[in-house]
Structures are given as C-alpha cells and as structure tokens.
C-alpha cells in the first residue's frame, strides 16, 4: 500500500511510519533560499541569501529578525510562515520575561519554538510549517545556535546550513570549520558559501546577514556594511 493514500492526512502515520506532510513541509523547505550559521569564537552569525525579484523594495522584506535583544532568527521555506512564528516567539519571549523577570535563555526559545512548530503536527484542520528556523542567541551558556524544523524537532549546531544549498554548504562547513574562528572571519565564510551557490550577480541588497556578542547583543548588519565585506571576500 502506497504512502500516497495518506499524503492527504496530517494526523494519520502512513505504512511506512512517516507522517507524510512533514516530509512535504521539509520539501518546501529544501527549495527555499539557503541560510547559514556558524558559531564563532565569542558569538555567533546567520546569513541568507535574499534574492527578489527586480522591481522589489529590498527594504519591504527582512529574512533575519529579532526575537529578543539577545536572540536573532532566520529561516529557509516559506516566508509568510516565518512571520507567524516570529510573532509567537515574541510572545512566548514576553510572557517569559514578565514571569521571570529576566530574558529567556536560547535554549528554552528554540524550545518553545520546536513546541509551537509540534503542535501543527498533530492537530486536524492545520498543516505543519513550511520552514526551518536557525536560531543564534547569547546568554549565561555564551553563545549558541539552534536548528528547528517542521517535525518540531530541533538541534544544537557549532555551523549548519539550511534551503537549497544545504548540501554543499554543509559539506564547506565540515572541512573548514575551527572552534576558534573569528566573527569577522565566520561572516566572510558565510557570504563566500553563499555566493559559490548564488545564482546570477550577488550584491549588498541581496543578502541578510546577523550577529550576536556578549558586547553588542544581536544586530543586523547594513547594506553597507555587508559590501565592505563582499568587497574583502572578493579580495581574499
């Protein structure tokens, strides 16, 4: 009997023991623009590639966003669905903080968001989530990074990859990655992966890149700052 009797049905584990739209989400996943993290010596980056059609305000659409002063998150699948999870991980990170009186620890944000991307696992009515999450964050632990995808599973990372590119990214990562790498030198890593797998002129306006430090908590970097560092890739 085929799983495809059951690609219909969220709640209903096919033969062959898959929950079949998972595996659907996480295609949707797989197509979508690749996004990078890595976990440098006193922070920790993400990067995405964020390439729009030619007409499009770049400044209209972010693909890394704040969760809180010290938790940055991008993602790689669908967008509109980004946007409701980071608007639960606000909320979830706001209830935390008027409990506890302190900010949520990164740990139990990935948590919290694994726990809400669960939960359209196995309710009628909904579809999983049709996206991926790396979550970067810096609290008493230092700095860490987390994976979290449609199943509500989620991952403790040193550097991974995610969308369309993830293979080859990951495989870049695996042969170059060093626990002592730099912020600087993890940026410059992150936009080199992406531009190998960059389809057609990469520039400034088409890709996102954060940070997190003890020092600075998470930032977005500008337009301008990124073509500085596109410029020294390109030197390198």
Same mark, same amino acid.
């Given at each position: 009997?085929?799983d495809s009797r059951y690609s219909f049905?969220l709640t209903t584990f096919s033969p062959?023991?898959?929950?079949?739209?998972?595996?659907?989400?996480?295609?949707?996943?797989?197509?979508?623009?690749?996004?990078?993290?890595?976990?440098?010596?006193?922070?920790?980056?993400?990067?995405?590639?964020?390439?729009?059609?030619?007409?499009?305000?770049?400044?209209?659409?972010?693909?890394?966003?704040?969760?809180?002063?010290?938790? &940055? $998150?991008?993602?790689?699948?669908? @967008?509109? #669905? +980004? %946007?409701?999870?980071?608007?639960?991980?606000?909320?979830?990170?706001?209830?935390?903080?008027?409990?506890?009186?302190?900010?949520?620890?990164?740990?139990?944000?990935?948590?919290?968001?694994?726990?809400?991307?669960?939960?359209?696992?196995?309710?009628?009515?909904?579809?999983?989530? &049709? $996206?991926?999450?790396?979550?970067? @964050?810096? #609290? +008493? %632990?230092?700095?860490?990074?987390?994976?979290?995808?449609?199943?509500?599973?989620?991952?403790?990372?040193?550097?991974?990859?995610?969308?369309?590119?993830?293979?080859?990214?990951?495989?870049?990562?695996?042969?170059?990655?060093?626990?002592?790498?730099?912020?600087?030198?993890?940026?410059?890593?992150?936009?080199?992966?992406?531009?190998?797998? +960059?389809?057609?002129?990469?520039?400034?306006?088409?890709?996102?890149?954060?940070?997190?430090t003890e020092d600075s908590g998470f930032?977005?970097?500008?337009?301008?700052?990124?073509?500085?560092?596109?410029?020294?890739?390109?030197?390198?």
């Amino acid at each position: 009997m085929g799983d495809s009797r059951y690609s219909f049905s969220l709640t209903t584990f096919s033969p062959s023991g898959e929950l079949v739209q998972i595996k659907y989400a996480l295609n949707a996943v797989s197509q979508g623009a690749t996004s990078i993290g890595i976990k440098a010596k006193g922070g920790v980056i993400i990067a995405t590639e964020k390439k729009l059609p030619l007409l499009t305000d770049e400044s209209s659409v972010r693909k890394i966003e704040m969760l809180t002063d010290n938790i &940055g $998150v991008t993602y790689s699948g669908m @967008g509109p #669905d +980004f %946007r409701l999870l980071v608007k639960q991980g606000r909320s979830k990170a706001q209830h935390y903080y008027r409990f506890w009186k302190e900010p949520i620890p990164v740990n139990m944000m990935a948590k919290e968001m694994a726990n809400i991307m669960q939960e359209y696992t196995q309710s009628g009515g909904v579809r999983p989530f &049709g $996206v991926s999450l790396l979550i970067c @964050g810096y #609290d +008493f %632990r230092g700095p860490q990074l987390f994976q979290v995808d449609p199943s509500g599973s989620y991952f403790q990372w040193k550097a991974t990859a995610i969308g369309r590119g993830m293979v080859a990214a990951k495989a870049s990562l695996e042969r170059r990655y060093s626990e002592d790498i730099t912020i600087d030198d993890a940026i410059h890593r992150a936009i080199r992966i992406i531009k190998s797998g +960059f389809q057609g002129e990469i520039d400034e306006n088409n890709i996102e890149v954060g940070m997190i430090t003890e020092d600075s908590g998470f930032v977005t970097l500008s337009p301008a700052k990124i073509k500085d560092y596109l410029e020294e890739t390109t030197l390198a």
